[in-house]
């Protein structure tokens, strides 16, 4: 059972999934791998409460019920264990949140804590023998994902998701201080075998599936021997099969300096790549240890990687100490400078069992609540819900300089912009840019009903996007794809930016009010 994230997020991208028909971004990668760890004689029903409900009928044909998630799904997580042991059904959790915060899952009948590869053989054991409750904790780090199996894909109904992920390593090579990657899954990047990873892929194949794969990798790269030996097969698979998948994945920002590694990115048909850029500021960068970030020019890097073809979402944020008065200038300069359409920013948030966290508890200014909202209403992500601390600035400065950059950056008119300015960038001459493929049904099913309902459903944005749609047809008409992509996108950027800016108002209003109380902090060590 997937838990329900909470529904206020930049990530869920409700109204472009159903703009595209589909119901959620992507499936839970995590249970269908753990599905396929399970015994062959156990029979197993997925529930994703993100495209279904928990029904009684589950309910009543279930002997247990494993669940687990990430923080924005505690809310919904915790509920469920409710109603299951209301009806007398073990609950086993186990996942990244129960892993950084087992004391918040301590109702669950089982908890299984770390990677489930090495572990969950015993957790089988114990319950076969008669038990009903116990934890399981994974050695940190230690789990070979080369023994990882093919996740049960056959569980999913392709339809309900715009991508389907897979995961070739775990782990990232960086120290980022608020990033909880390294604490979870260490700094050496383990990855699975060329032939691993390649069977997943014809599983997916042999399913029917055709359409957008994403790499749910931490850092792509982290293990750039591995992943160079990787990608020429990638390659050769994908032209194999007539390129039924087009990938996406996330990488740091090192990706731009190695022009062979984009080529083979290019050849594998990768489209596009999330970035952590987090600020512009030297002196952030190198507090928050992030310093790989400063030995390059940001804005370059991103183009270097639009040559490739494949274009950039990045991630920023708002709410480090060290960061001056002009961070909104700054970072919505860079945006546009390097011209970056889908730029999530977020207020920082110290999530738990990081650096970060330590540090601030050490300094007597970690708040002790570390509750998420209830999943029902639309709050509950970094944009509403960060500064989970006593701040450095004044609170009420970082959330107008936060406030600017979502006003600046997601206006109508600077969001085509920047998509405009992409289109005539990315350099579509590599397999990414092909037109024709197994996967053109797919793109053709899911274009038309982008077009169909911008043009006569969700008809807010009508213009900008047909005058960015025939623009690149008649300039750059192989950037056609992924330029769909990112206008789809802000039929829910838009009015998600919107309503966070609304939400920033009334933090701040309460604040000037004096209405705002900060909550208790966790006791400095």
């Not at 770390?114 to 789990?143: C, D, P, Q, Y």
């Amino acid at each position: 059972m997937y838990p329900r994230f909470n529904s206020g997020s930049f990530w869920n991208y409700g109204a472009t999934c159903e703009l595209v028909g589909a119901k959620y971004p992507a499936p839970p990668l995590g249970l269908i791998t753990v599905a396929a760890m399970l015994p062959d004689d156990w029979s197993v029903r997925l529930v994703d409460r993100n495209t279904g409900s928990l029904t009684s009928d589950d309910l009543a044909w279930a002997d247990m019920i494993m669940t687990g998630g990430m923080l924005p799904q505690q809310a919904d997580c915790l509920a469920v264990i409710r109603r299951a042991q209301d009806k007398g059904i073990p609950v086993v959790v186990g996942g990244p949140d129960a892993t950084s915060s087992p004391e918040v899952y301590e109702a669950a009948d089982f908890l299984v804590l770390g990677e489930a590869e090495g572990i969950l053989e015993a957790f089988v054991s114990a319950w076969n023998e008669g038990a009903r409750n116990g934890r399981f904790t994974a050695e940190k780090f230690k789990a070979d994902v080369s023994s990882s199996p093919i996740p049960r894909f056959d569980l999913l109904k392709f339809d309900d998701y715009v991508q389907i992920g897979v995961q070739y390593s775990r782990g990232c090579p960086f120290t980022c201080e608020f990033c909880d990657i390294i604490e979870l899954y260490g700094r050496v990047p383990r990855t699975k075998t060329n032939a691993q990873m390649l069977a997943e892929l014809d599983r997916l194949y042999e399913l029917g599936y055709r359409g957008h794969v994403d790499f749910v990798d931490d850092n792509l790269i982290g293990n750039k021997k591995a992943v160079k030996m990787f990608l020429p097969e990638l390659a050769a698979w994908q032209k194999d099969k007539n390129y039924p998948f087009e990938m996406s994945t996330e990488a740091s920002l090192n990706l731009a300096d190695d022009e062979a590694l984009l080529k083979m990115m290019q050849d594998a048909g990768y489209f596009s790549v999330f970035i952590g850029i987090e600020s512009p500021d030297p002196d952030v960068l190198v507090a928050t240890r992030k310093k790989q970030n400063t030995r390059r020019n940001i804005a370059e890097s991103v183009h270097k990687i639009y040559d490739a073809g494949i274009f950039v979402l990045a991630g920023f944020i708002v709410g480090f100490d060290e960061e001056s008065d002009k961070v909104a200038d700054e970072i919505s300069a860079l945006i546009e400078e390097a011209a970056i359409p889908v730029a999530m920013t977020g207020l920082l948030y110290a999530l738990p069992n990081t650096q970060l966290t330590r540090r601030l508890a050490k300094e007597g200014r970690l708040h002790a609540d570390f509750g998420t909202d209830d999943p029902d209403t639309e709050h509950g992500d970094q944009c509403t819900a960060g500064l989970n601390f006593t701040t450095v600035r004044p609170r009420d400065q970082i959330l107008n300089d936060f406030k600017k950059v979502i006003d600046r950056v997601y206006s109508p008119e600077a969001y085509f912009g920047r998509v405009r300015k992409v289109a005539s960038m990315l350099k579509m001459n590599g397999a990414n840019g092909a037109v024709f493929g197994a996967g053109f049904a797919h793109d053709i099913k899911q274009v038309s009903q982008l077009l169909w309902g911008i043009t006569f459903k969700d008809t807010t944005y009508r213009w900008q996007i047909w005058k960015t749609i025939l623009r690149t047809a008649f300039t750059n008409f192989r950037a056609l794809k992924p330029v769909l992509m990112m206008l789809a996108l802000y039929v829910h950027l838009g009015p998600f930016s919107r309503f966070v800016v609304a939400q920033i108002d009334k933090q701040i209003v309460e604040i000037e009010k004096g209405q705002w109380e900060q909550p208790a902090l966790v006791a400095a060590e």
